[in-house]
């Protein structure tokens, strides 16, 4: 199991212990309804480097991201299902419309995004390229979204 960090300035503590000569990745996103395009978007994320820190939306910024009906499940429920999943080390959260500050305070190695996401879109690419890391737009998993897995159940139960 991952550990969990709601407060960064224990991530970043924990990360200065490790981080001597090993990557760390970040990456981030709601995970509300986590499904199969989630997890291979996080287990590629983990084949980015040493250790992988995932950052989730709090509630109030998937609320404001997604609409008035999410998140479905809350930022505790999330951040624990999702220091379950293999090659998650560290899961965190930020409140804001980006991770912006996140990316700024911890300055990860590698970030890593999806496919629907060019490079020079990514929050965050100025300062980890300017730190000599690097960013990734992973491939883009058609077929796979929270919204339509919500939609689908809306049609078959309402």
Known sequence: MAKIFKDWHELKKELSDIRKGREVVLTNGCFDIVHLGHLRYLQHSAEAGDYLVVALNSDDSVKKLKGDTRPINKLDERMEFISYIRGVDFVTCFSGDTPYDLIKFIRPDVLVKGGDW?????????????????????????????????????????
């Open 118 to 158: 060019p490079i020079e879109s990514i929050v965050g690419v100025d300062i980890v390229t300017a730190g000599g890391g690097r960013v990734e737009s992973l491939k883009f998993e058609e077929g796979y979204s929270t919204t339509s897995i919500i939609e689908k159940i809306v049609k078959i139960y309402c």
